[in-house]
């Protein structure tokens, strides 16, 4: 038990029991029994307590009570998909859901900020506008966009700036992502550089400005939900597209249909939905999701749970490394004497790529190294497959490690708390049951 404890001291378990992978773990033991505290939505072995004690569950107490995952119901998605909120709308997607190569469009996460626009009956008349730091000011419709420009198709992971954020202790503020702000979809667009060469970049130009349709929740016409931008080297990158079809479909309303910004490897928030117009600037862009501890990290590491200053924040560009084991599930049972266990996973790291990715069955006292497959251009995640030993039947968990291209490897636990939880970027950990 003393060493137990000692391992569990290690990992930073006493700090938050209850959100903490080791403490739900023992936990799930409990919740069997009726604990209903121990069934939070990332908890590891939710599933074990839920499947064995359908109808046991006391109606917990609120208002500390832990909701069960409410399923998204939504037309043309999944209903695995996992509600974090919905006003404004935000799901995402369990990570055994992320087990295709490309990633469903009926399984990609939906993170808005404002209120879902209406579906446009006229997509090719729809209208971008290109102004600011420019020679040549540059209206052009979706229709034009489509004939008079060469269209590229990628596969590239969109990945919420939140990502990873319910692993934060203490709690940062915002949607509880697990692992499943992210997807990895086929993008048909134009280089947003092309437009920018038509307009015409001036020397001036420093900074986009994205806007589009979507309305505030207060329903404030003059006050857009977001209005986020990326230095003009990011803009200019080949990879940084103008979209109108995802997995070969035109953009979905709930995508950002009719026509979107794709900017892969920074946070979701710079690729604008239902895109109206870009504003290039002199100076960096401070509209919503801009200023403040928005979409930004601790240039000094601060104390968890402190208010922060702003002054000593950065913008978070390039996302961290991750990986996620998609099969099997998180709270699968396996037949006895199953002692081969095959694990299937993605792995991706922002402008970086993977280099290594590992498995630990033994709380990560040994690894073993996955076989890593190579992106299919750049951005794409890369896909994992690893077969692991287990020595017996009983309660196992996995972990999965990835490592990025200039050697930076995933923490045990998200680090660098921030008010509102970026870069959380721990392993991922499942729980199996052999027998
Ligand atoms: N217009 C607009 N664009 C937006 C948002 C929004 O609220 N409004 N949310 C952003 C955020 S935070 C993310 S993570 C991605 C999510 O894209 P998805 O809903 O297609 O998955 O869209 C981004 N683009
Ligand atoms: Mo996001």
């Known amino acids: 038990m003393a060493e137990k404890n000692a391992a569990d001291a290690r990992c930073g378990v006493d700090a938050g029991k209850r959100r903490f992978l080791g403490g739900t773990a023992l936990a ?23 499947a064995a004690a359908p109808s046991a569950a006391p109606p917990a107490p609120a208002p500390v009570a832990p909701k069960a995952p409410q399923h998204l119901k939504f037309p043309g998605k999944n209903e695995g ?62 229709g034009e966009l489509k004939s008079k420009y060469k269209a590229v198709t990628r596969r590239m992971v969109l990945e919420c700036g939140g990502n990873g954020r319910a692993a934060f202790s203490p709690p940062a503020r915002g949607n509880q992502w697990t692992n499943g702000g992210a997807g990895c979809a086929e993008w048909t667009g134009v280089p947003l550089a092309d437009l920018l060469k038509t307009a015409g970049l001036k020397k001036t130009a420093k900074y986009t400005a994205h806007y589009s349709s979507d309305l505030h929740l207060s329903g404030d016409a003059g006050k857009p939900p977001l209005s986020r931008g990326v230095r003009i080297e990011k803009a200019l990158d080949p990879n940084t597209l103008i ?34 117009r870009i504003w290039v600037r002199d100076r960096e862009h401070d509209g919503p999701g801009m200023t403040e501890f928005s979409y930004r990290i601790a240039i000094k590491p601060m104390v968890p749970g402190d208010k922060g200053d702003p002054a000593n924040f950065r913008i978070l560009e390039s996302m961290p490394v991750r990986s996620i084991i998609t099969n ?29 990715v590992d498995i630990s069955t033994d709380a990560g006292m040994t690894w073993r190294q996955a076989k890593l497959e190579k992106p299919k251009n750049k951005y794409d995640w890369q896909r994992w497959t690893a077969s692991v ?31 509102q939880g970026y870069g959380g970027n721990a392993m991922h950990r499942i729980a199996v049951l052999v027998g």
Not at 244 to 266: C, F, K, Y
Not at 392 to 404: N, Q
């Open 28 to 50: 799930a033991l409990g919740a069997l029994i009726g604990d209903a505290g121990a069934l939070s939505g990332s908890g590891i072995s939710s599933a074990y307590a839920q």
């Open 328 to 356: 099997p599930a998180n709270g699968a049972k396996l037949a006895a004497g199953t002692r081969d266990l095959k694990l299937r996973g993605a792995s991706w790291a922002g402008d970086l790529t993977v280099k290594q």
């Open 243 to 276: 979209v109108w079809a995802m997995n070969g479909q035109p953009l979905p309303n709930i995508h950002g249909g009719p026509v979107r910004l794709v900017v892969p490897g920074w946070p979701g928030s710079a690729s604008q939905k239902w895109l109206t």
């Open 81 to 142: 998909l996992v509600v974090l909120g919905d006003r404004p709308l935000v799901a995402e997607t369990p990570e055994s859901l992320l087990d295709d190569d490309t990633t469903p469009t009926e399984k990609f996460y939906i993170r808005n900020n404002g209120q879902i626009p209406e579906e446009t009956r006229d997509p090719d008349g729809w209208k971008i506008t290109i102004d600011g730091e420019v020679n040549n000011k540059l209206e052009i419709t979706l």
């Open 389 to 419: 030993k287990l020595p017996s039947d009983g309660y196992y968990e996995v972990w999965a490690r990835a490592t990025d291209s200039k050697g930076a490897m995933q923490p045990h636990q998200a680090a660098s708390w921030n008010p």
